[in-house]
């Protein structure tokens, strides 16, 4: 006998990368970034007293939104603060989509968009990227019962990314609210945070895990038109980021000098390894992420994340039905890149 609704029972869970926690690995398999976060905050955090950890945050961060809205030229309210980006996912499918509704998301993506749709008890109705990384007008027809739509953009796995005009096209097709998932935005050439004031139906979510380095600390946001952000403060927790959290991001999100050497730093090792890994034969889409999605014409690449993993040198395998595998590379330190550049000329 099970206690748990159906849905609950049938449902995948989602699987996060390995995250040894003994041993020195070169961790390339989780877009953590490989630098240290801004100096500016540590001293935040460390600027906390114990008499502020006895009583509650702030429900709605107020420090993080008002700086935030200074350099994302928005207006406070129109920021919504989470544990993490996936925070903000859950929040938005848990106010969006109902039991027996649909979630459109795109094929291959983010993994965790299918799971939230299953806790719900919904459907993630997919549709598939062309070869090339484009994608069709099928993601806006054969709409019935779509209440969200989600794009990770740039996307994961692939590392690529729509344009804006072509964002505005499908929003303008759908029927329902687009959630532009942009995790990974710092590290490309355009983004889509203007497109919120242009349409209501358009919201952006950020993480300050990749471009900011505080993946272990755990904070996002979304962007969105007020009436928006003002029915999903009703749903989120109470108090969904403490306290260090919020004075660390705020922090962050304040020192843009650092932001913007670090996003050179990475985009910089990113297009060497991209060169790097084409010289090996690899085949390898225009990345705008802090990461790479390789794959080869000939040779097979299970044994080859193997074989790393062997020498302690972690990349995410990936297998999509009807669509085939891959080696996710993040993009690490030069000193990590080497080691596993290295690697992989003996291997290929």
Aim: proline share 6%.
């Amino acid at each position: 006998m099970s206690f748990f609704r159906p849905n609950i029972d049938s449902l995948q869970g989602y699987v996060a990368g390995q995250q040894p926690q003994q041993g020195k690995w070169i961790k390339l398999n989780t877009n953590e970034n490989p630098y240290p976060p801004s100096p500016a905050v540590m001293q935040a955090i460390g600027g906390i007293t114990g008499e502020r950890l006895t009583r509650y945050p702030d429900p709605v961060a107020t420090a993080f939104r008002q700086q935030a809205a200074s350099v994302l030229g928005v207006p406070p309210s129109w920021i919504l603060c989470g544990n993490g980006s996936d925070d903000i996912l859950t929040v938005v499918t848990r106010a969006l989509v109902a039991e027996g509704g649909r979630l459109r998301a795109p094929y291959p993506s983010y993994l965790l968009y299918e799971t939230l749709a299953g806790i719900q008890g919904a459907q993630i109705a997919t549709v598939p990227y062309e070869r090339d990384w484009s994608l069709s007008d099928a993601f806006v027809s054969d709409c019935e019962k779509v209440q969200l739509a989600v794009l990770a953009n740039p996307n994961s796995p692939s590392g690529t990314i729509l344009s804006r005009a072509r964002i505005v096209e499908l929003a303008e097709k759908l029927p329902c609210p687009l959630l532009v998932d942009e995790a990974y935005a710092d590290f490309s050439d355009e983004n889509c945070i203007r497109l919120v004031a242009e349409n209501e139906r358009i919201m952006v979510s950020r993480s300050l895990s990749k471009s900011y380095a505080l993946a272990g600390m755990r904070f996002g946001f979304l962007v969105a038109q007020e009436s928006i952000i003002e029915r999903l403060l009703c749903v989120k927790d109470s108090y969904n980021c403490d306290t260090l959290s919020i004075a660390g991001a705020t922090a962050a999100i304040a020192d843009q000098a650092w932001r913007s050497e670090n996003c050179k730093k990475i985009v910089a090792t990113r297009s060497r390894m991209t060169e790097a890994l084409g010289d090996l034969g690899f085949d390898i889409p225009p990345s705008q992420a802090n990461f790479l999605w390789c794959t080869h014409p000939t040779v097979p690449l299970r044994p080859i994340y193997e074989r790393l993993r062997e020498e302690r040198i972690l990349v995410r395998y990936m297998e999509y039905a009807d669509w085939g595998d891959g080696l996710r590379i993040s993009v690490g330190s030069d000193e990590q890149v080497d080691a596993c550049l290295m690697m992989l000329r003996m291997m290929v």
